[in-house]
């Protein structure tokens, strides 16, 4: 039985009549340093150097055992940078840092349940944090959280199998998904914070954002992107058609829909009136702050929020939800509104359909 190799190691070669040598043995591979017997630290300097550029993440004969964690997230983070059709790197690079935490040191093969249980346990004890490395206030990262970490390992094992094929993919096992909380404004709620955006000069385009999500349901960062006129990397809203385009002529289909959608003919006047506006200025973007552009309402939202006396549960993405379940509450039929909205029929029925007014109405009155 063959020996195992010992990998990489430095060996003193002594010579007749002259002074030894420094060779880095490697199997039958063998590399002269050119460092005598009395320059030790520049040789293991010199070999770290060999094992560093020998060292290839995409090798190990795809054997889970062999191929860091710390490698194949390193990959991803790459494979996320280069990619366009990216919008929060920025958060894919924080859920990283967050995993390198507990997996750096692991291999592919140390995924397992039990793993994948004292990550979640390990993360969860961790203070919140945001993104700009701000301590929140004495909170903790919830399930929630370590659950999308989770899912972003698993992403990056995969799409590290993609190019680099596995003997064997481990299964990242998630804790279970927090039930949906889906919050929805009423009429005099939505009408308070409309008000509050645009009553202040300085809240105008917050009210623009207001009025396009609770008519269209569209989700912000689609809302933030929406043009005057057709645009490669945004929607754009066809007056004259009256249809509202929600992705680019450049950008990908997701698995965050953005089907063009009919305009409804009550925000038809309020964005013809914007455009007129903006069109003097020479602006093409429909919801900007003065000209610029925006990522995102933080600030200003959490503002009319509070002026409008609405609590914390009260986010951009609740517009949607707000837009769905008004239309579900007027008796709209499910296909045509998932269609409008860019879901499936199943979501709309499991997540919204109990606000039909004809919700199970034949299994109630058949008993």
Known sequence: MPRPAKGARLYLRKRAEREAVWVIRDGTHEEVTGCGE??????????????????????????????????????????????????????????????????????????????????????????????KKRRTKARKVTKATARRDLETLRAAINSYHAETPLLSVPTVT??????????????????????????????????????????????????????????????????????????????????????????????????????????????????HYYGRPLTRLKTVWHAARADAELGPDVTPHVLRHTAVTWQMQRRVDLWEASGFFGMSVEILQDVYGHHHPDYQTGAANAL
């Open 38 to 131: 009395s320059e030790s630290a520049e040789a293991e300097r010199r070999l770290g150097a060999y094992i560093e550029q020998k060292h290839d993440p995409r090798t190990g004969q795809g054997d889970p055992r062999q191929v860091l964690l710390s490698d194949v997230l390193g990959i991803y983070a790459d494979t996320i940078t280069a990619n366009d059709d990216v919008r929060r790197k920025d958060v894919v690079s924080y859920t990283i840092d967050s995993l390198l935490g507990f997996w750096a040191a692991k291999y592919v093969s140390d995924v397992k349940k039990s793993t994948c249980q004292d990550y979640v346990k390990w993360r969860t004890s961790q203070p919140l944090r945001s993104i």
């Open 174 to 287: 998630l804790p279970s998904r927090s039930p949906a909380r889906v919050r929805w404004l009423t009429r005099s709620e939505a009408a308070a914070l409309l008000w509050e955006a645009w009553r202040s000069k300085r809240r105008k385009h917050l009210a623009r954002f207001i009025l396009i999500g609770l008519y269209t349901g569209t989700r912000a960062t689609a809302i933030l992107d929406m043009h005057w006129h057709p645009s490669p990397v945004g929607g754009w809203f066809d007056l004259e058609r009256g249809v509202m385009h929600r992705r680019g002529s450049a950008e990908r289909e997701t698995k965050k829909r953005r089907p063009p959608s009919r305009i409804p003919r009550r925000l038809l006047p309020h964005l013809r009136r914007w455009r007129a506006a903006d069109a003097k200025k020479g602006i093409n973007l429909a919801v």
